[in-house]
């Protein structure tokens, strides 16, 4: 357990960390933790929660992803590819639901750690994680144009395509003042973050269109008229769980992890570019997980490492879990102190703030270099993409992962084929002029699986009819799976009953061993295998 857990702070503490250092770790978590806080309002408001729900997990996970993670540098909190999931969960099993699978994500992720599963996770194709990273940024903005245009819509269906029908429907319904809000916001965030990287533009943009909109009485939804009063205090609670739908909470809980998990590891994979360090992947799922075991108890949602607020603390000169610790702190601070005035925060700002998360999310640039990828590349992103998009994230990464999977193996069995040939290789060419009649040379190249075994066999079977002798070189296999053995059991039949005698050449240890256990080898005499060619061929000739 040690081995594997072993989180970076303590680590570092246990090494020292200059005082130098701690003071520039907490001006960074102060800093990150202003940055959070519209964030973490505005992606709770998004997923169908109430706002301090998103608070309570910027504090708690922000935390504990800190103090337990495998990252110097992450910061945790609730992210934007969450949205759509969590609102998903939360509108068809309520908060109880969101409550479970939050747990269960948690656990998983804790076994996702302890079975050193962090680097399987890195190897989810990057098509389907621009694919479906692209889709919540579109369902994003779709979800926020009903608050960004103020839109007097009481009920707004879940459909994506229904959804802007229903807007396209309803353009008289656009109120002018909240369209100025969003604007406004829109035009703070953006304009700030080109003037100072020292002032987060979100909050900058909250602060002001708040105070605008509640001096001049501007005609808009509000955080409070919408929620009612916003809670300044954190208390434990744990609903009551519906038995039948526990099979529900765990196909959800296992969704959360997956995105979770996917999200937290490559966040600290981008932080590692920036800071030079490497982060210990399974010691960074255990801690994700307990902080989500943990969070909902409190209130909160799901949360994994967010990597825009990570940049942030990095560029701010945050280099050790400190910051992030620091950051949930800053975050307790203001929903102690000042959580009431989050009521007056117009619903149109939020959209502005989320529109921008959304455009950010959205990846276009790599989207649009991606389509000159290679086609089964294309194909993953696209329906991987359009899936997120018109149905949801869920059937998304269940197909997207499928289909990766095969059009993996449809791309090594074209490579494969092109190989599969009966031949005689350079290396014969230069030690003889020619191969004696009736001996035939075959030889596999690559792993024998399930992809290629077939048409391996099948050619090995017309190679072998045309001989008196046959060689199978198997000096570049190196892996065969039990579709492989089966086939190559079926084509070592079919030349043992026509009395074509075997010859095996260049058989490594391990296939060896997997040969054996399978008794393919009964069919092969011992003492016609080689592990040298040249022994092989000599004894061909003996035997033609």
Not at 331 to 336: A, H, Y
Request: net charge neutral; proline share 4%; hydrophobic share 50%.
């Amino acid at each position: 357990m040690n081995s594997i857990f072993k989180p970076q702070f303590f680590t570092l503490a246990k090494g020292g960390i200059s005082k130098s250092q701690i003071g520039s770790d907490i001006l960074a978590g102060i800093v990150v933790g202003i940055i959070a806080l519209p964030l973490s309002i505005a992606f709770a408001v998004a997923s169908g929660v109430s706002p301090e729900k998103g608070i309570i997990t910027g504090v708690i996970a922000g935390f504990l992803i800190s103090f337990l993670g495998g990252s110097r540098v992450q910061i945790g909190g609730p992210t934007g590819a969450f949205v759509v999931i969590i609102w998903g969960i939360h509108n068809q099993y309520g908060y109880e639901g969101l409550f479970y699978s939050t747990l269960i994500a948690g656990a998983i992720l804790v076994l996702f750690g302890l079975f050193k599963m962090g680097k399987l996770l890195k190897y989810i194709p990057y098509p389907l994680v621009v694919g479906f990273t692209s889709g919540i940024a579109v369902v994003i903005f779709t979800t926020q144009v009903k608050d960004a245009l103020g839109m007097a819509i009481s009920d707004v269906p879940a459909d994506f395509l229904d959804k802007w029908a229903l807007y396209f429907h309803s353009l008289d319904k656009i109120n002018p003042a909240a369209v100025a809000v969003t604007a406004g916001t829109i035009l703070i965030s953006l304009g700030t973050e080109k003037i100072t990287r020292r002032i987060p533009g979100s909050f900058l943009a909250i602060l002001v269109v708040s105070a605008l909109a509640a001096i001049l009485k501007l005609p808009v939804e509000t955080i409070g008229s919408q929620f009612g009063e916003i809670p300044n205090r954190i208390a434990l609670a744990i609903p009551a769980p519906d038995p039948a739908l526990i099979p529900a909470y765990i196909k959800s809980g296992l969704i959360i992890a997956l995105l979770g998990g996917i999200e937290s590891l490559l966040s600290a994979t981008v932080s590692d570019g920036m800071i030079g360090g490497n982060h210990r992947s399974n010691t960074e799922l255990i801690g994700q997980g307990i902080a989500n075991m943990v969070v909902p108890l409190f209130g909160g949602i799901p949360a994994t490492g967010a990597i825009a607020r990570t940049a942030a603390n990095v560029k701010n000169g945050g280099r050790t879990p400190i910051s992030g610790m620091v950051h949930g702190l800053t975050l307790l601070s203001v929903m102690l102190f000042f959580g009431p005035l989050v009521r007056y925060i117009p619903m149109a700002c939020l959209a502005g703030i989320l529109i921008i998360v959304s455009y950010n999310m959205s990846e276009w640039r790599t989207f649009r270099d991606l389509l000159k990828a290679h086609n089964s590349d294309i194909i993953v992103l696209l329906v991987t993409f359009f899936l997120t998009v018109i149905f949801d994230l869920v059937l998304a990464i269940e197909v997207g992962v499928v289909l990766s999977s095969l059009l993996f193996m449809k791309r090594m069995s074209d490579i494969a084929e092109k190989r599969m040939d009966y031949v005689v290789d350079t290396d014969l060419i230069e030690d003889y002029s020619e191969l004696p009649d009736g001996v035939g040379v075959y030889e596999i190249s690559g792993p024998l699986f399930f992809a290629t075994a077939r048409k391996y066999v099948d050619l090995m079977k017309e190679a072998g009819i045309d001989n008196r002798v046959m060689i199978i070189r198997m000096r570049h296999v190196d892996f065969i799976d039990q579709t492989g053995l089966r086939n190559l059991h079926d084509a070592l039949e079919f030349l043992h009953h026509r009395s074509i005698p075997v010859l095996l050449s260049g058989l490594n240890e391990e296939v060896e061993n997997v040969l054996v256990k399978s008794n393919i080898l009964d069919l092969i005499p011992v003492e016609q295998h080689y592990s040298q060619f040249r022994e092989a061929l000599e004894r061909a000739k003996d035997m033609v």
